[in-house]
């Protein structure tokens, strides 16, 4: 089940990865499209013009390109691209679910290519054949995704879309959450997000110039209100996390900081779905939207996606789901009682000694004679949460004179060879093990603050010596 749940994840990390280099284009774009369509802010038929285009060819073509140099590099992003523009050419919907396909498949094929014709080609043709080999594959790939892929996305989007919209006319959309949030604090909120809302979003965003898909399970509110309740009616321990949880989550848009609150507390997962659905149903009833996928997912990206006349309900709703959010986690801390509660924290603490004694150990051995020289901190996109717990272990390093070390943050593809001790949260090393295998992996609860990284500060300080 683990391996499982990791190959999705990972998979999810791969749409990530292919989208969050390309954020930038796609603000670019909605913004250009809150400001001059009819119904924006400065409405301007000559600057309208572009919005358009750019939907149709510029951003299909970047999430094709950066699909293909994920699996080939600079003759896989060729590839990915001449396949997408038969895509784009034979099919009259905004191709971004296709161009997620046939940029990484034009990829994967010249891959397989080189890998199989390097070893025989002649000297002094090796420009000829790799050029040439690119032109054929591509020339192929254009054909068939002209032919019969195009067509077969755009059925199967209608078909997806039909099906969405039939579930938003029963007022049915905030139902949603139940999927969403449980998906979320298992890191498979990206295989949802840049898989299914961000495409059905961009593609309403053109007719409508806006879109409530991009709000179903980025809304912040739910997971403020939740850390609010534990600020409130947790323990000491847990209020001092939560607070400083509370302002990264709400104002930076890392949601991954109050995951680990929900594992603290289970059924505080029936809090985030109750705040979901009450957002997502003002959101509906008030009939807003995003021109654009806010990444990270903080209240300054949704304002600043907010187009006219949808200020109000978009407040409105994250304040709905802030507040609903809150309550029921309230209810369920305060009927589990804060004695109860550092009970439970002190035995959870407690259950992994064990685990602690053995990681000291395997970190002796593995600090012995102060080999390690490079730690990665790694996480789904590599910018949010290991971004933040690399800052902060270099920090204490820093304060222990140590400043030789190399500690970066990566997404977990990315991760280097030459990285000597991967950090990882524990609900994502089964994904970390499936490329990794060799290294030293260190789990963690928490990103800013654990246990694990006190042992291996400690170690490190101790080869020092």
């Known amino acids: ?25 796609f603000i670019a774009w909605g913004i250009l499209t809150a400001l001059f369509i009819p119904t924006g802010w400065f ?28 699996i080939s590099g ?19 919907i905004p191709m971004f679910l296709g161009a997620m396909i046939v940029g ?27 050029n040439f080999s690119i032109g054929i594959l591509g020339f192929g790939l254009l054909i068939l995704s002209y032919v019969i892929v195009g067509p077969a996305i755009q059925e199967a989007n209608t078909f997806i879309t039909r099906a969405i919209e039939a579930l938003v006319a029963t007022g049915f959309l905030p139902l949603l959450s139940i999927i969403n949030e449980p998906a979320k604090v298992l890191f498979l909120n990206n295989v949802i997000d840049q898989g299914i809302y961000y495409p059905l979003g961009l593609i309403q965003t053109a ?34 996390q939560a607070s400083g949880a509370a302002i990264i989550h709400f104002f930076g848009g890392i949601h991954e900081l109050y995951y680990p609150f929900v594992f603290m507390r289970p059924l505080t997962i029936f809090a985030m779905i109750l705040g979901g659905m009450s957002g997502t149903f003002i959101f509906q009833m008030t009939g807003v939207g995003l021109v654009a996928g806010p990444s990270p997912g903080s209240i300054f990206s949704y304002l600043a996606l907010t187009p006219k006349g949808s200020f109000l309900g978009v407040i409105l709703g994250v304040t709905v789901s802030t507040i609903v959010s809150f309550l029921v986690t309230s209810v369920i801390l305060k009927a589990q009682g804060v004695d109860k509660e550092e009970m439970e924290e002190d035995q959870d603490l407690s259950s992994y000694v064990d685990k602690v004694q053995e990681m000291k150990s395997e970190g002796k051995q593995l600090l012995e004679g102060n080999k390690v020289q490079n730690i990665a901190f790694a996480c789904d996109a590599g910018m949010g949460s290991s971004a933040m717990g690399a800052s902060a272990f270099k920090k204490r390093l820093e304060k222990e004179g140590i400043t030789d070390l190399i500690v970066k943050h990566y997404r977990i593809e990315d991760i280097t060879v030459d990285a000597d001790v991967i950090v990882v949260h524990k609900s994502l090393s ?33 080869t020092k010596k």
């Not at 879109?211 to 309740?229: K, T």
């Open 43 to 70: 409405p301007n038929e000559y600057l309208g013009k572009m919005v358009g285009p750019i939907i149709t060819y510029l951003l299909p073509l970047l999430l094709a390109h950066t699909g293909g140099y994920m």
């Open 1 to 25: 089940m683990t391996n499982i749940r990791a190959r999705i994840q990972s998979f999810g990390g791969f749409l990530t990865n292919m989208v969050l280099p390309n954020i930038g284009a």
């Open 430 to 462: 089964g994904r970390v093990l499936l490329n990794y295998k060799d290294k030293k992996i260190i789990t963690l609860k928490n990103y800013m603050s654990d246990k694990n990284l006190d042992i291996l500060l400690e170690e490190i300080i101790k």
């Open 74 to 92: 600079q003759r896989g992003a060729v590839m990915g691209c001449i396949g997408t523009v038969g895509l784009i050419i034979g099919s009259d």
């Open 207 to 240: 007719d409508l110039g806006k879109s409530i898909y991009f709000m179903v399970a980025s809304n912040p509110g739910p997971g403020l209100g939740l850390l609010l309740a534990f600020m409130v009616f947790g323990s000491k321990m847990v209020k001092s």
């Open 104 to 130: 990484p498949l034009g990829g994967w094929i010249i891959k397989k290519w080189d890998d199989f014709i390097q070893k025989h080609i002649p000297t002094g043709f090796e420009m000829v054949i790799n």
